[in-house]
């Protein structure tokens, strides 16, 4: 077989529902392909057309619609479309549009009846809709969800491609062009054996080294990206979808200890991940303003509908809609610093509560600050800083994260301030509590750097952290707030409901259910010094201590996630009927599955409440909230 019919087809096989192939299908497949080129923009199905050729992707990405015009799926590398045409008359039924540039193996229909014919697996797999599919493979296979029980080793097509530190720029590229990769690893031989150092992409080939001329024997070491994220090739393909989400990057190194298993990026993980939050965090960063922001952000609930639809656990989906809010602030960061030129001295933009903690769902407020260098002289600096928030705020607004009701935004003066100012702050509150100062600023202690100069949030963790564990009266007063609010559970288990308002005969899931769960776990992992910000991770660390019993620590997570998953289903429902999503439930809107447990749940947090209430001797008057 020539070279390039077998690398087509070593591509092919690769992917579902060619991956379990007999060879000679497969060579029957190759043989008769064609090859066709779409631009980005460029429609390639049309509603109604008559189609004689089952689609596989190559390179690129599509947009599925529905007959209404509606998106119904976004697809990449090693997906195919078309099938459901092909199956009834050849007419298209789902029409298709390149998103990206696109290279598409095309397969005649009568190879496409072949296949059909003598493969069952090939044949289940193109006549079952997508969702049903899913479920399909993931009874066969005894897993729950593919992102959740794959091993990101899964995606490892080959060995790693790297070079030393001291190679040239244009060796790099010839390196990188050879091996047919988009990411070059770069290792450092000075030691008894080589070690990671660096990496170099597409991207920092155009933006660092063409695009400022840089002669070809310029060493690779000028342009490289160092301080790498990382993946344990022990982790799974949801965990890294959560860690280029949340670092913005898309090529990700996997690690077996000191050595690389090699590199998966953004494509590799797309395939697995159809509720799209990946692709829609890398359009934000191609919208050139705020309308195209605008724009797309209306997909973002669209993403969290899919998710919800294929049982995705809480954690999954509160990552991945605070990677897309936390991508929205980004690109607005950028987007202000083109407008108003560069920073006239270092900063970090904070994100603040439930965006720092990766637990952001669709129904939310923007909580962010900034901190400025030391050399922040305000008369001289602060009208830039103030247009730079004013700018991200309202096109946050823009894109349907309403302003904070309680000013906590980057637009209020008292939270943009000088790293020493905020050291100053947060010594304050835990070595002098005062029960309103912090009631006010307990959103301060979950905090993520998000932009610029993201060690200065990395200090004032570690300041939070050094001190906060070693101050019984901050901690005690810390529990006390997070005794205000309590779950909606009387005395006889019967849910408390509100009495009045447009809310009437309501319980709120956030302000009385998951709230109270974050309020209380964030309290212990400060007394056992965490450095983590989402609870779930609080929790593992407060295991770590047996500051609770792992028994306590189990149940509050199973807690947690019941509550969060009865909220987020509640928030997809709405929006699947046109609603608006919110946070008040009526009992009588659940099913008595979500009833009797949600009661159970509610028992365990108030009992976890009690504890807090003993441990940290926060007794005294509460009040609910």
């Avoid at 089952?54 to 990405?61: E, K, P």
């Avoid at 001291?166 to 690893?185: K, W």
């Avoid at 008894?192 to 690779?220: F, H, M, Q, W």
């Avoid at 913005?248 to 077996?256: K, Y």
Wanted: aromatic share 8%.
């Amino acid at each position: 077989m020539q070279a390039e019919l077998l690398d087509i087809r070593n591509h092919i096989a690769q992917h579902a529902p060619f991956n379990e192939m007999p060879e000679e299908l497969l060579d029957r497949i190759v043989m008769g392909i064609e090859v066709a080129y779409y631009r980005a923009g460029t429609q390639v199905l049309e509603l109604g057309q008559q189609n004689h050729w089952l689609h596989y992707i190559r390179s690129g990405a599509v947009e599925i619609f529905r007959r209404s015009g509606e998106l119904y799926n976004r697809i990449g590398e090693g997906e195919i479309f078309g099938q459901f045409g092909l199956l009834r008359n050849q007419k298209v039924r789902f029409p298709a549009k390149a998103i990206e540039d696109c290279l598409i193996y095309k397969i005649p229909y009568e190879t496409f009846q072949l296949l059909w014919e003598n493969d069952e697996n090939f044949a289940d797999f193109v006549e079952i809709e997508d969702h049903s599919r899913l479920r399909t493979a993931v009874s066969r296979k005894h897993k729950s969800n593919e992102l959740m029980s794959a091993k990101v080793t899964r995606l490892i097509a080959r060995a790693p491609v790297s070079a030393p530190t001291t190679v040239r720029l244009q060796e790099a590229a010839r390196i990188m062009t050879d091996n047919g990769v988009s990411a070059l690893l770069l290792m450092d031989e000075t030691g008894d054996s080589p070690r990671l150092k660096g990496i170099i992409t597409d991207r920092d080939l155009r933006t660092r080294a063409v695009t400022n001329a840089l002669p070809s024997e310029t060493p690779i070491s000028e342009i490289m990206s160092e301080g790498l994220i990382t993946i344990s090739a022990r982790s799974y393909i949801f965990e890294a979808m959560l860690t280029m989400l949340h670092n913005n990057v898309h090529h990700l190194p996997v690690m077996e200890g000191h050595e690389v298993r090699g590199v998966i990026a953004l494509s590799d993980i797309v395939k697995y991940e159809s509720q799209s939050s990946l692709y829609l965090v890398s359009n934000i960063f191609h919208q050139n303003d705020i309308k195209g922001l605008r724009k797309i952000s209306r997909e973002v609930r669209d993403s969290f509908v899919r998710m919800v639809n294929e049982d995705a656990n809480s954690h999954m989906i509160g990552s991945a809609i605070a990677g897309i809010g936390r991508s929205f602030s980004q690109r607005l960061l950028e987007l202000g610093e083109e407008k108003l030129g560069p920073p006239p001295v270092p900063y970090c933009f904070m994100a603040l509560g439930s965006m720092a903690r990766d637990e952001q769902l669709v129904v939310t407020d923007q909580d962010n600050a900034l901190v400025l260098d030391d050399s922040f002289i305000p008369e001289e600096h602060d009208e830039y800083f103030l247009a730079l928030a004013k700018f991200v705020s309202d096109g946050l607004a823009e894109c349907g994260y309403t302003y904070c009701t309680g000013d906590i935004m980057a637009t209020n003066p008292k939270w943009r301030q000088p790293l020493r100012v905020w050291k100053n702050y947060f010594t304050d509150w835990i070595e002098n509590p005062k029960a309103e100062a912090l009631l006010n600023s307990n959103i301060f202690f979950d905090l993520d750097g998000i932009h610029g100069e993201t060690d200065f949030a990395e200090q004032l963790k570690t300041l939070i952290v050094d001190k906060a564990s070693s101050s019984q009266r901050f901690l005690t007063f810390l529990a006390r707030n997070a005794l205000n609010r309590t779950p909606p559970l009387g005395f006889f288990r019967t849910f408390v409901l509100e009495e009045d308002g447009k809310h009437q005969k309501t319980f709120n899931l956030k302000r009385r259910g998951t709230a109270p769960v974050s309020d209380l776990i964030r309290v212990h992992a400060l007394a056992c010094g965490s450095r983590s910000q989402n609870s779930f991770e609080r929790l593992r660390d407060i295991g770590k201590t047996k500051l609770m019993l792992d028994d306590d620590t189990g149940n509050l997570r199973d807690a947690l996630e019941f509550i969060s998953i009865v909220r987020i289903r509640h928030q997809a429902l709405a929006i699947e009927e046109g609603r608006e999503p919110d946070n008040n439930v009526r009992p009588e809107d659940l099913s008595p599955f979500e009833r009797s447990h949600l009661k159970d749940a509610f028992q365990i947090v108030s009992n976890a409440q009690k504890f807090l209430r003993f441990r940290y001797n926060a007794g005294g008057a509460t009040r609910n909230v």
